[in-house]
């Protein structure tokens, strides 16, 4: 069954030369598909937007290593300037603002993925309890960073008003997505081992 069990070799990063042209562009696909999905945004203090879904679907589809690669071209693409953040943002003053945590959160959502598919194999169980923490960090890291420059820049905060603002209104879509992504993508990675290989 797709996702039931820990058969890594589906969708593995090449070894070949051409294996590691064919990832980069990989990578570069789902660095675009993230990008996209920022732009489908509801404005907020933290805005609503698809980029979860985009970072989980990666890593289950690309596999941790190209995932967290992919993750992280993103927010390199967006810190040069390029507008794939959501608004159609760009620029290192956006990672630099007061959400900008969340967006380096979702590189530690990757990599806690791609450290739990490395330990216990590509499982159900263990995607869906990798997504969940890595959500989990990527809100810790968000919050935080939220914080230090909210203070530094508008005054004191409380973290339960932070969390108001920033975390609670996300919880039930971002479990939302965490099912969508966990479903589609372990439906669609058989049928995409041939193409993406």
């Known amino acids: 069954m797709a996702g039931g069990s820990g058969d890594r070799r589906d969708i593995q990063p090449g070894s070949t030369a051409r294996g590691r042209t064919y990832d980069m562009a990989y990578i570069g696909i789902f660095a675009v598909v993230i990008a996209v999905c920022s732009w489908i945004s509801i404005p907020a203090a933290v805005p609503f937007t698809l980029q979860t879904f985009a970072v989980f679907l990666?890593?289950?589809?690309l596999g941790g290593k190209r995932g967290t690669l992919s993750v992280l071209v993103y927010i390199l693409i967006g810190a040069i300037g390029i507008p794939v953040f959501s608004g159609f943002r760009g620029g290192i003053g956006v990672l630099l603002h007061n959400t900008g945590?969340?967006?380096?959160?979702f590189l530690l959502s990757a990599l806690i993925m791609w450290a739990a598919e490395e330990l216990l194999g590509r499982k159900l169980w263990v995607q869906a309890i990798s997504m969940i923490l890595g959500l989990a960090a990527c809100y810790a890291v968000g919050t935080v960073?939220?914080?230090?420059?909210?203070?530094?820049?508008?005054?004191?905060?409380?973290?339960?008003t932070v969390l108001g603002w920033?975390?609670?209104?996300?919880?039930i879509p971002d479990a939302v997505k965490i099912m969508l992504a966990l479903m589609l993508g372990n439906v669609l990675r058989k049928p995409l081992a041939g193409i993406i290989s």
Request: charged fraction near 5%; proline fraction near 3%; glycine fraction near 12%.
């Open 58 to 61: 990666a890593v289950i589809l």
């Open 101 to 105: 945590g969340y967006i380096a959160g």
């Open 145 to 160: 960073w939220f914080m230090f420059v909210y203070i530094r820049s508008t005054g004191a905060v409380g973290v339960m």
């Open 166 to 171: 920033c975390v609670i209104p996300f919880i």
